[in-house]
């Protein structure tokens, strides 16, 4: 059975912060940046959790117009390891994607992260630019898109 996918709630940021540091690391947000997230929520800035049994296997974040009139930003997307490869990835993105109807989709993703490369492209992303040395250790930061046209 897949996680139902609905809308963060202020309960989920321990779970929002502890997932963040498993995926991300040295790169994770913590507890204050996730907290500002939850106070600039809005039609703008969407957090979306995939919730399977109280558990939050994964969520992502956007930033939608009006900050940018036609460019939708993913800011974040995270996936537990226990959850990495069953899905739950695709259809946070299919819900994200499906939010973004005529207008393109922007994110990044670590050079190295080639299962993340994978899923985006699978989905019609494709690689427009990189930033050299971006992360942590030198790795480069490549910049994707993805128009609803495609």
């Given at each position: 059975m897949r996680p139902a996918v609905r809308a963060a709630v202020a309960d989920d940021l321990p779970a929002l912060v502890a997932l963040d540091e498993v995926c991300f690391g040295s790169g994770a947000?913590?507890?204050v940046a996730w907290a500002d997230e939850f106070e600039r929520l809005s039609e703008d800035r969407v957090v979306?959790?995939?919730?399977e049994d109280s558990v939050v296997a994964g969520y992502v974040v956007l930033l939608?117009?009006?900050?940018v009139e036609d460019v939708v930003e993913v800011l974040r997307i995270a996936v537990a390891p226990a959850e990495r490869r069953t899905g739950v990835g695709g259809q946070l993105l299919t819900i994200a994607l499906g939010r973004c109807a005529g207008r393109t989709v922007l994110l990044e993703v670590a050079a190295g992260n080639e299962s993340a490369i994978g899923l985006?492209?699978?989905f019609g992303f494709e690689e427009i630019s990189r930033r050299r040395g971006?992360?942590?250790g030198g790795e480069d930061a490549v910049i994707m898109r993805w128009r609803e046209e495609q």
């Amino acid at each position: 059975m897949r996680p139902a996918v609905r809308a963060a709630v202020a309960d989920d940021l321990p779970a929002l912060v502890a997932l963040d540091e498993v995926c991300f690391g040295s790169g994770a947000w913590g507890e204050v940046a996730w907290a500002d997230e939850f106070e600039r929520l809005s039609e703008d800035r969407v957090v979306l959790v995939a919730d399977e049994d109280s558990v939050v296997a994964g969520y992502v974040v956007l930033l939608l117009p009006p900050v940018v009139e036609d460019v939708v930003e993913v800011l974040r997307i995270a996936v537990a390891p226990a959850e990495r490869r069953t899905g739950v990835g695709g259809q946070l993105l299919t819900i994200a994607l499906g939010r973004c109807a005529g207008r393109t989709v922007l994110l990044e993703v670590a050079a190295g992260n080639e299962s993340a490369i994978g899923l985006y492209a699978g989905f019609g992303f494709e690689e427009i630019s990189r930033r050299r040395g971006y992360y942590a250790g030198g790795e480069d930061a490549v910049i994707m898109r993805w128009r609803e046209e495609q």
